[in-house]
T-cell receptor, first 112, second 117 residues
Framework: QKEVEQDPGPLSVPEGAIVSLNCTYS??????FMWYRQYSRKGPELLMYTYSSGNKEDGRFTAQVDKSSKYISLFIRDSQPSDSATYLCATTGYSSASKIIFGSGTRLSIRP | GAVVSQHPSWVICKSGTSVKIECRSLDFQATTMFWYRQFPKQSLMLMAT?????????EQGVEKDKFLINHASLTLSTLTVTSAHPEDSSFYIC?????????????FGPGTRLTVL
């Protein structure tokens, strides 16, 4: 079983829609979770960084962690064509300074 | 935010040759740098962790004699792919820690696309 599982998509939605991206993880002790955005042929860019359970909001983006179900989500409101990219969930497990374990990434396309 | 650069951004080489990829932190000092490999439509896989002035720590399954890493200064780490073969063709990405080593201070470079003919 992979430590982080993510549906690779692709996912296509119309502009303005709410996007929901999801991942599951294997170890209930994991506490540090991240979402990265990666444009084609570019390095990943950190979008959201959360610790333990709960929600974190930054502009149009909301990250959610449900430790009871080992489920992490990223919501994008009022999606824009510029949001079209691959979104990677990730964890560093127990420590904020441990190596990053990435999900496989979900390719998202926002249709104008 | 902190900037990490990579050079070259794209390289094509013949099978059997060696290729060097540079990773630089432009506006901060990085005691730790990381090297990742990403195959098409797959996620990033950590290859090795590089600490300035010491030997790199390689992940299981990564050949240290094939992927030579040198972290000679606080702003530069290099990855040399020796005797490259077509199966080494991939997207190589480095990252560097700018602060306490926490993940939220780890910044990624733009990547280097290697094609081995």
């Amino acid at each position: 079983q992979k430590e982080v599982e993510q549906d690779p998509g692709p996912l296509s939605v119309p502009e303005g829609a709410i996007v929901s991206l999801n991942c599951t993880y294997s170890n209930s002790a994991f506490q540090y979770f991240m979402w990265y955005r990666q444009y084609s042929r570019k390095g990943p860019e950190l979008l959201m960084y959360t610790y333990s359970s709960g929600n974190k909001e930054d502009g149009r983006f909301t990250a959610q962690v449900d430790k009871s179900s080992k489920y992490i989500s990223l919501f994008i409101r009022d999606s824009q064509p510029s949001d079209s990219a691959t979104y990677l969930c990730a964890t560093t497990g127990y420590s904020s300074a441990s190596k990053i374990i990435f999900g496989s990434g979900t390719r998202l396309s926002i249709r104008p | 935010g902190a900037v990490v650069s990579q050079h070259p951004s794209w390289v094509i080489c013949k099978s059997g040759t060696s290729v060097k990829i540079e990773c630089r932190s432009l506006d901060f000092q990085a005691t730790t740098m990381f090297w990742y490999r990403q195959f098409p439509k797959q996620s990033l896989m950590l290859m090795a962790t590089s600490n300035e002035g010491s030997k790199a720590t390689y992940e299981q399954g990564v050949e240290k004699d094939k992927f030579l890493i040198n972290h000679a200064s606080l702003t530069l780490s290099t990855l040399t792919v020796t005797s490259a073969h077509p199966e080494d063709s991939s997207f190589y990405i480095c990252s560097a820690n700018s602060g306490s080593g926490s993940t939220d201070t780890q910044y990624f470079g733009p990547g280097t696309r290697l094609t081995v003919l």
